[in-house]
């Protein structure tokens, strides 16, 4: 079993910047991916960003590419989204995720390609 615990919230500015955690304990795999996503209120849940837990390698989505950086520390079981240029449109509830083991990237890109989740956290963009 895996617990993700999401924090670094908040109310921002148009063009200010926030950076997220996402603390892990439990039992984790050197397969796993772990990824970000968020849900607007009446939207879906998006992705945004994955990340390999052992080699680092990254993806991001095309709205969040250049602005957001998706980073982990192994030592500290704690990954993290340095969110920049933020944009009332980036209004939403953020999510941190793991998989149980190694996922394809088209898994690591939806919801269902994960198995653990954290509680979110609300990040409020205002113009």
């Known amino acids: 079993q895996v617990q993700l615990v999401e924090s670094g919230g908040g109310l921002v500015q148009a063009g200010g910047s926030l950076r997220l955690s996402c603390a892990t304990s439990g039992r984790t795999s050197i397969n796993n991916i772990m990824g970000w996503f968020r849900q607007a209120p009446g939207k879906e849940r998006l992705f945004l960003a994955r990340?390999?837990?052992?080699?680092?390698?990254?993806y991001y989505t095309d709205p969040v590419k250049g602005r957001f950086t998706i980073s982990r520390d192994n030592a500290k079981n704690t990954m993290y989204l340095q969110m920049n240029n933020l944009k009332p449109e980036d209004t939403a509830v953020y999510y941190c995720?793991?998989?149980?083991?190694?996922?394809?990237?088209?898994?690591?890109?939806?919801?269902?390609?994960?198995?653990?989740w954290g509680q979110g956290t609300q990040v409020t963009v205002s113009s």
């Open positions: 995720a793991a998989s149980r083991g190694s996922i394809t990237h088209a898994q690591a890109i939806i919801p269902m390609g994960y198995d653990y």
């Open positions: 990340i390999a837990w052992s080699g680092g390698q990254t």
